[in-house]
Nanobody
């Protein structure tokens, strides 16, 4: 059974940094896409950063040049390095993994989420 387990959230002051980590069961290369999403109460879950198995990483405009998504082969994790954090980065961050079966079915997996709060 595929499991994604996030860690690394917490409280940080504006301008600070945090690194989120998502431990993946099985190989990270089994996922076509690994991504991080963010959700705040009352809003839909939004894509923050994605790492396809082939192709370029993508970021939302709000985090471009501040966040970096990394597939760590040695640890078998997908990490999100967050720098220059702003109060509007506050939310629950979810790890997401997408796989395509040989029959063409798309499988989507989610972690349980980790809270990030940016506040002075």
């Amino acid at each position: 059974q595929v499991q994604l387990v996030e860690s690394g959230g917490g409280l940080v002051q504006p301008g600070g940094s945090l690194r989120l980590s998502c431990a993946v069961s099985g190989s990270i290369f089994s996922f076509d896409i690994l991504a991080w999403y963010r959700q705040v109460p009352g809003n839909q879950r939004e894509l923050v950063a994605s790492s396809p198995r082939y192709g370029s990483r993508r970021y939302s405009d709000s985090v471009q040049d501040r966040f970096t998504i990394v597939r760590d082969i040695a640890k078998n994790t997908v990490d999100l390095q967050m720098n220059s954090l702003k109060p509007e980065d506050t939310g629950v961050y979810y790890c997401n993994g997408e796989q395509m079966t040989p029959s063409g079915t798309k499988l989507n997996y989610w972690g349980q989420g980790t809270q990030v709060t940016v506040s002075s």
